[in-house]
């Protein structure tokens, strides 16, 4: 009986669609985040020529995630994505330090457009396994990141290899 009427309720409110955009330097781990999420398992990909695109049920929310290449070649399209953006899933390689300067360099660029100035933003630092991986204080101190001077952040460390999202 308590299931109909939550059907019942389910089916007044609706499913609420969000639009999600995750990118992020090339070989950070934006592909297996992806189809771990649809999925829930890891899958063998390939380095992302373009984009990816997925529907991400949870509870009574569709996510659209658009998971889009991350080589340099690539990044300056990523701004046709942010349209319509609700949220914005930054992944960080977590064990690449030497290019850590160059995806602070390039979120701070994309927090700058005006077409994101209401999306959530998560930073998620993936990797967390691997022995040289930066921990939780050096993804999110001044000296990264500068996260201290943005409102409406979430940091998630984690690795997909490891993790149950």
């Given at each position: 009986?308590?299931?109909?009427?939550?059907?019942?309720?389910?089916?007044?409110?609706?499913?609420?669609?969000?639009?999600i955009l995750m990118?992020?330097?090339?070989?950070?781990?934006?592909?297996?985040?992806?189809?771990?999420?649809?999925?829930?398992?890891?899958?063998?990909?390939?380095?992302?020529?373009?984009?990816?695109?997925?529907?991400?049920?949870?509870?009574?929310?569709?996510?659209?995630?658009?998971?889009?290449?991350?080589?340099?070649?690539?990044?300056?399209?990523?701004?046709?994505?942010?349209?319509?953006?609700q949220g914005l899933?930054?992944?960080?390689?977590?064990?690449?330090?030497?290019?850590?300067?160059e995806a602070r360099?390039?979120?701070?660029?994309?927090?700058?457009?005006?077409?994101?100035?209401?999306?959530?933003?998560?930073?998620?630092?993936?990797?967390?396994?691997?022995?040289?991986?930066?921990?939780?204080?050096?993804?999110?101190?001044?000296?990264?990141?500068?996260?201290?001077?943005?409102?409406?952040?979430?940091?998630?460390?984690?690795?997909?290899?490891?993790?149950?999202?």
């Amino acid at each position: 009986m308590g299931n109909i009427f939550g059907n019942l309720l389910k089916s007044l409110i609706g499913k609420k669609e969000m639009r999600i955009l995750m990118v992020g330097l090339d070989a950070a781990g934006k592909t297996t985040i992806l189809y771990k999420l649809k999925l829930g398992e890891i899958v063998t990909t390939i380095p992302t020529i373009g984009f990816n695109v997925e529907t991400v049920e949870y509870k009574n929310i569709s996510f659209t995630v658009w998971d889009v290449g991350g080589q340099d070649k690539i990044r300056p399209l990523w701004r046709h994505y942010f349209q319509n953006t609700q949220g914005l899933i930054f992944v960080v390689d977590s064990n690449d330090r030497e290019r850590v300067n160059e995806a602070r360099e390039e979120l701070m660029r994309m927090l700058a457009e005006d077409e994101l100035r209401d999306a959530v933003l998560l930073v998620f630092a993936n990797k967390q396994d691997l022995p040289n991986a930066m921990n939780a204080a050096e993804i999110t101190d001044n000296q990264c990141f500068h996260f201290s001077l943005i409102t409406g952040l979430y940091v998630r460390i984690s690795s997909i290899q490891v993790s149950h999202l």
